[in-house]
Each structure stands twice: as structure tokens, then as C-alpha cells.
Antibody, heavy 122, light 107 residues
Framework: QVQLVESGGGLVKPGGSLRLSCAAS????????MSWIRQAPGKGLEWVSK????????YYGDSVKGRFTISRDNAKNSLYLQMDSLRAEDTAVYYC???????????????WGQGTTVTVSS | DIQMTQSPSSVSASVGDRVTITCRAS??????LAWYQQKPGKAPKLLIY???SLETGVPSRFSGSGSGTDFTLTISSLQPEDFATYYC?????????FGQGTRLEIK
């Protein structure tokens, strides 16, 4: 079945780094844009980053630009988020999500993983 | 950046009620709006895309409307499983932004 499974979350000190992964299955991964979205404890959803189907174009939210890097490996059906210079305010559940339509990002995100928790604290 | 403002922030309603949630964009976004439902401890679920298109498998009691800056999500007859938090999201331009959420509670 169609599935996204995130991994790589954990506890990291301020200023540290972490790499999240998202394993996709059940669909043609290389056909779709993919995103990372996060949710701080008790807060709403915040879009973090999106990458085009071929990995040639990346987009970032203002709060993570210059610190986070999104990438993908279509041969491995995997999405990544390299997070550097982490801050306390990056503490959140991080979800990966699939865009609904083939090679088009404006129709929302129809498949989400279960999330992985990142805690930034000394 | 485009700001998305939802109202109300929370609403109490009963099973069988009709509920409308509003989302306003700080600038025109055509029809590039999606609605999501999120239950505690779970990932969001896509309900509506392109402002008014019902996602596959979503009950027909959910409907969306609007274009430009003003949008609504309507639940025609609330069911027990509909009590959750709802978010709008603009897909007109980057950075993508979400509304702050509307918590739908049982009265």
C-alpha cells in the first residue's frame, strides 16, 4: 500500500545537526513532488520545504532557509532533510508528505507519514 | 509571504449540526487552497484541494468553496468522527503557508 515512513528524529543540542529520512513505498516516487512539514508541541502546522520530482528545484520556509537542505534519491525511493544549526524552536514532529498530483504541487498533499520527533535542547 | 487566517479558532457543535469554517488569505490565491483534518496524535488528512474538489474517499458531507481571498469549509451534518482540528493551506506561491487551525469540539 501507499506509505511514507520517517526516521532519524531524536534529541540534539542547540547548534547541532540531524538528518531525517522518509522511505516511500506503493507509488512511483520519482513522479511526485515531496515536502517536509513540522508541528511544534501544541501548535499548528508549518511547511518546511518542498522538492520537485527530479530533485532539481527546492523550496524552503523562511525560518529554515540557509540551515536546512532537502534532497531525494529516486533510486532508493527516499526523501531527506539535513538540518544544521538547530535551534530550540526547531523542536517539533516532522512529517514527510506526498503531493497529490503527478509533477504538480498545487493540489495539496495527500499522503503523510506518521512523523518523527526532533527535540533540540541542551 | 501570504498569511492565512482562519475563523473561528475554535467552535463547539453537536452531532448533526452544520458547521462552517472560514479561511482568508492576505492576498489573492485564485483557487489554490487545500483543507486538512487532523486528529490528536495523527498526521493531517487531505479533505479538499483546489478550493472545492473533494479528495477521494472523503465523505460528501464535507464541501469547500471560495476563490481569491475568501474560502469556506462546510460540514453539512456533523458526525462523531468529525471532531478534530482543521487547517487551510495556500498553494498559490512559496512559501506555502497554513492557517492557524480551527478546533472543532463536541458541545
Amino acid at each position: 500500500q501507499v506509505q511514507l515512513v520517517e526516521s532519524g528524529g531524536g534529541l540534539v543540542k542547540p547548534g547541532g545537526s540531524l538528518r531525517l529520512s522518509c522511505a516511500a513505498s506503493g507509488f512511483t516516487f520519482s513522479d511526485v513532488y515531496m515536502s517536509w512539514i513540522r508541528q511544534a508541541p501544541g501548535k499548528g502546522l508549518e511547511w518546511v520545504s518542498k522538492i520537485s520530482s527530479r530533485g532539481s528545484t527546492m523550496y524552503y520556509g523562511d525560518s529554515v532557509k540557509g540551515r536546512f537542505t532537502i534532497s531525494r534519491d529516486n533510486a532508493k525511493n527516499s526523501l531527506y532533510l539535513q538540518m544544521d544549526s538547530l535551534r530550540a524552536e526547531d523542536t517539533a514532529v516532522y512529517y514527510c508528505a506526498r503531493d497529490r498530483n503527478y509533477d504538480f504541487w498545487r493540489y495539496g498533499m495527500d499522503v503523510w507519514g506518521q512523523g518523527t520527533t526532533v527535540t533540540v535542547s541542551s | 509571504d501570504i498569511q492565512m487566517t482562519q475563523s473561528p479558532s475554535s467552535v463547539s457543535a453537536s452531532v448533526g449540526d452544520r458547521v462552517t469554517i472560514t479561511c482568508r488569505a492576505s492576498q489573492g490565491i485564485s483557487s489554490w487552497l487545500a483543507w486538512y483534518q487532523q486528529k490528536p496524535g495523527k498526521a493531517p488528512k487531505l479533505l479538499i484541494y483546489a478550493a472545492s474538489s473533494l479528495e477521494t474517499g472523503v465523505p460528501s458531507r464535507f464541501s469547500g468553496s471560495g476563490s481569491g481571498t475568501d474560502f469556506t469549509l462546510t460540514i453539512s451534518s456533523l458526525q462523531p468522527e468529525d471532531f478534530a482540528t482543521y487547517y487551510c493551506q495556500q498553494a498559490n506561491s512559496f512559501p506555502i503557508t497554513f492557517g492557524q487551525g480551527t478546533r472543532l469540539e463536541i458541545k
